[in-house]
């Protein structure tokens, strides 16, 4: 559950659900998201903070790498390409730049919209 991160110092193990809290940070701060989103028993739920990591798949790939997918709710009336590439810059930049890990993909999957 954890991932290994190799650097000119050591190296050193970061859990998953870390890497999820940075991501979900990340991804709040981007316009147009509501929030992260979690599927249970076929009824999407938006998450709060301390069941970010819910809404948030965090993978380790072979070459030694990461994947991430977020399960996102944007807001009525904004460009979802927009907002989904904001939403990819703002979390590559962040998780790249805090944890020394190359992120090679993230996936963006739109749950739902939500009107205020």
Excluded at 28 to 49: F, N, Q
Excluded at 69 to 91: M, R
């Amino acid at each position: 559950m954890s991932v290994k991160v190799m650097n000119q110092y050591g190296s050193i193990e970061i859990d998953k659900q870390i890497i999820s809290q940075i991501a979900y940070r990340a991804a709040m701060e981007s316009y147009g998201l509501v929030g992260l989103a979690y599927k249970s028993k076929g009824i999407v739920e938006l998450l709060k903070g301390e069941n970010a990591f819910k809404g948030v798949s965090v993978e380790e790939l072979e070459d030694n790498t990461i994947a991430i997918e977020l399960y996102v709710i944007l807001q009525y009336g904004t460009n979802i390409s927009t907002v989904a590439n904001n939403i990819i810059d703002k979390v590559k930049y962040t998780v790249e730049k805090l944890t020394s890990t190359k992120v090679s993909k993230i996936d963006i999957n739109v749950q739902g919209i939500r009107v205020k």
